[in-house]
């Protein structure tokens, strides 16, 4: 069988790389931040992409010079290279293969302590203020959304206003978890006992998923959500629905919605007829929710088994 020759396995690369490129850019759709719905995440996508082309100027010369050199410096007969068995300095060599990199170093150190800054997740930097306050809490195998501003709650769907700047705290009910909506702002972890914040701002209105990105068992890649972006008329009449056709969120209803129970086995426990598919709405009992299953983990003493969310016996005492 002939062998291709060395054009053609280049040929044969590059089309490799395209198709690559194409279909990734494909299944991005809107749930990357390759393509960004808001400004967040564009400027996640900047960093990237200024960094991948300063190291690729010190990738790229070396991936064209190794095999230019292995060619000319081959051994062959009537070769023109020359041949200098006792050279072993060049001063102009060194200062660019040290001066290069360096300089890119700096580069690189700039652009991410810049970055850092302004892509902190606790910064408020973006969007339109007064921020919507959103309060996360994640549980097996579901993200509850608590908004104690507007007296409702959601399982399976995120909505929010465009334009403006939704301001996240978040912790879990269970074991920690990885919160990440890509097409918006990156991820940041949730912890029992513990809270932390994340800021983010949609630009259009788009569906874009939302997920746990931290392995956490068996419903781990039933654990995603819908984020609704929407116009803020839109964004009012979504609120008034959650009001009309949501369930209380009492105390019974959180024990069931907080046992170990994927997507699909919660919307069977709890969903009715006036929900969507795959959303449960709920109208707020106690306002203070989220502090009382925060606080749950600062009493000093451990809690009985039954009593934590995330354990088979959770909710089993109850129950029976």
């Keep these: 069988m002939a062998l291709l020759r060395p054009s053609a396995w280049l040929w044969a690369g590059s089309a490799a790389v395209v198709l690559?490129?194409?279909?990734?850019?494909?299944?991005?759709?809107?749930?990357?931040?390759?393509?960004?719905?808001?400004?967040?995440?564009?400027?996640?996508?900047?960093?990237?992409?200024?960094?991948?082309?300063?190291?690729?100027?010190?990738?790229?010369p070396v991936l064209v010079l190794v095999p230019l050199i292995a060619l000319r410096y081959r051994r062959r007969q009537g070769g023109?290279?020359?041949?200098?068995?006792?050279?072993?300095?060049?001063?102009?060599?060194?200062?660019?293969?040290?001066?290069?990199?360096?300089?890119?170093?700096?580069l690189l150190s700039f652009y991410l302590w810049k970055a850092t800054h302004r892509l902190d997740p606790y910064s408020s930097g973006f969007g339109d203020t007064p921020a919507l306050d959103v309060q996360v809490v994640g549980l097996d195998w579901k993200w509850l959304f608590i908004y104690p501003d507007l007296g409702i709650a959601s399982v399976g769907e995120l909505g929010i206003p465009i334009k403006q700047q939704v301001a996240m705290t978040l912790t879990t009910d269970t074991v920690m978890q990885s919160f990440m909506i890509p097409a918006l702002a990156g991820q940041i972890y949730a912890m029992p006992g513990m809270t932390t914040k994340l800021h983010l701002v949609a630009d259009t209105p788009k569906t874009m998923q939302g997920e746990n990105t931290q392995y956490s068992g068996r419903g781990f890649t039933k654990q995603k959500f819908q984020?609704?972006?929407?116009?803020?008329?839109?964004?009012?009449?979504?609120?008034?629905?959650v009001r009309a056709n949501g369930i209380p969120l009492t105390a019974e209803t959180y024990r069931t919605l907080a046992m170990r129970t994927d997507r699909d086995e919660v919307q069977a426990a709890l969903g009715t007829a006036k929900m969507p598919e795959r959303a449960l709405y709920f109208t707020l009992e106690d306002g203070d929710l989220f502090q009382s299953i925060l606080h749950r983990y600062?009493?000093?003493?451990?809690?009985?088994?039954?009593?934590?969310?995330?354990?088979?016996?959770?909710?089993?005492?109850?129950?029976?």
């Excluded at 400004?39 to 990738?59: E, F, N, S, W």
């Excluded at 023109?80 to 040290?98: C, G, K, N």
């Design 20 to 60: 690559v490129v194409v279909s990734g850019q494909v299944s991005w759709a809107s749930d990357s931040f390759l393509n960004p719905q808001g400004p967040i995440a564009a400027a996640q996508k900047t960093h990237l992409l200024r960094a991948t082309a300063l190291i690729l100027i010190a990738v790229i």
């Design 80 to 106: 023109d290279a020359q041949y200098r068995p006792d050279w072993d300095f060049s001063a102009t060599l060194e200062f660019v293969m040290w001066g290069v990199p360096v300089v890119i170093v700096a």
């Design 227 to 241: 984020t609704l972006a929407m116009q803020p008329n839109e964004f009012d009449a979504w609120v008034e629905g």
């Design 298 to 320: 600062h009493g000093g003493q451990p809690l009985p088994v039954d009593q934590q969310p995330g354990t088979a016996q959770f909710g089993k005492k109850g129950a029976q």
